[in-house]
């Protein structure tokens, strides 16, 4: 089990930015960053690949962008432009499986965190 701990939420106005963090105890072939509001299912939002390939959602791309540091064992994301919208609790996820078409699906990854809210307002 792949042992993962978010950090980095906050408030911010619309427009802004925010980098959340996942703290990883390793790297697995198939990483991401979902999100999930109440009443609705987990959304993925990226994901990234050890050959750095990476996946966005429509509604993440050209705002959101995916890394990892290895020198701090962290899986990143930065988030530009954000929009109310974008308001959610954050979790990253860990996947031993290397995932192509299904790299946003949630029940492809093993590994969660615990999440870290993000509030977007207007």
């Known amino acids: 089990q792949v042992q993962l701990a978010e950090s980095g939420g906050g408030s911010v106005l619309a427009g802004g930015s925010l980098r959340v963090s996942c703290s990883v105890s390793?790297?697995?072939?198939?990483m991401a960053w979902f999100r999930q509001t109440p009443g609705h299912e987990r959304e993925g939002v990226a994901a990234?690949?050890?050959?750095?390939?990476?996946f966005y959602a429509d509604s993440a791309k050209g705002r959101f962008s995916i890394s990892k540091d290895h020198a701090k064992n962290t899986l990143d994301l930065q988030m530009n432009s954000l929009k109310p919208e974008d308001t959610a609790m954050y979790y990253c996820?860990?996947?031993?499986?290397?995932?192509?078409?299904?790299?946003?699906?949630?029940?492809?990854?093993?590994?969660w965190g615990q999440g870290t809210q993000v509030t977007v307002s207007s």
């Open positions: 996820a860990a996947s031993f499986a290397w995932l192509i078409d299904d790299a946003l699906w949630p029940h492809r990854y093993e590994s």
């Open positions: 990234i690949r050890t050959d750095s390939t990476t």
């Open positions: 390793q790297f697995t072939r198939s």
